[in-house]
């Protein structure tokens, strides 16, 4: 069966710090790859997707940036953190077209 | 493009009730629907599905939604509310490589 990783579960950085996230899915080929933020009483918001190796489409300008190296790890990146970069990161993946996305545990992020 | 609305950004009921969370939804091409569930600080997780099979779609934990195409509906029920059903809701449409998701719903279960 499929699963997907992602690590750490909380994270507290300085501002100005970078940030590194990392999730993996592992049982399954070519998912589609997902980044969202959850920050207090905004919802659900994808900041980056991913249909392939290299191949990333931004949602939302910003501090951040996703790589994605090999078919099943997907990175989220800032080179250097702002106080509204604070929130709920998840990860999620999804196979064929118009099945669901599954989702990581999600990491808490708290920027000081 | 598509895009969900969710009616209601907090719903309350009393523990043993009817729950209802309602959806509405716009999509160009038929519409591949979800809902899902987060409770604190958990990921998502999927509740059930609408593929275009059967229009009374039946999910986990007892919840169940019925697709209506002449009112763009996806509303979720369950019969008789329990207090671990206390979480935010989301409804999702299938768009082009992604998922365009409502804004939640969270639902207070009293006791």
């Known amino acids: 069966s499929q699963t997907i990783h992602q690590w750490p579960a909380t994270l507290v950085q300085p501002v100005g710090s970078p940030l590194s996230l990392e999730c993996t899915v592992e049982?399954?080929?070519?998912?589609?790859l997902y980044w969202y933020r959850q920050a207090a009483g905004r919802g659900l918001q994808l900041l980056f997707y991913?249909?392939?190796?290299?191949?990333i489409s931004s949602e939302v300008p910003q501090n951040l940036s996703a790589s994605r190296p090999q078919d099943r790890q997907f990175i989220l990146s800032s080179k250097k953190l702002l106080l509204s970069d604070s929130g709920f990161y998840l990860c999620?993946?999804?196979?064929?077209?118009?099945?669901?996305?599954?989702f990581g545990d999600g990491t808490r992020l708290s920027i000081l | 493009a598509q895009s969900v609305t969710q009616l209601g950004s907090h719903v309350s009921v009393s523990e043993g009730a009817l729950v209802l969370l309602r959806c509405n939804y716009s999509s160009s091409v038929p519409p591949y629907l979800f809902w899902y569930v987060q409770y604190p600080n958990q990921g998502l997780q999927l509740l059930l599905k609408y593929t275009s099979a059967a229009t009374l779609v039946k999910g986990i934990n007892g919840f169940e939604a019925e697709f209506k195409k002449s009112e763009t509906s996806f509303h979720l029920t369950k019969p008789s509310a329990h207090m671990s059903d206390a979480a935010e809701y989301f409804c999702a449409v299938s768009g082009e490589n992604k998922l365009v998701f409502g804004a939640g719903t969270i639902l207070r279960v009293k006791s």
């Open positions: 991913s249909v392939g190796i290299g191949q």
């Open positions: 999620a993946w999804r196979g064929d077209s118009n099945q669901p996305q599954h």
């Open positions: 049982g399954t080929s070519n998912p589609n």
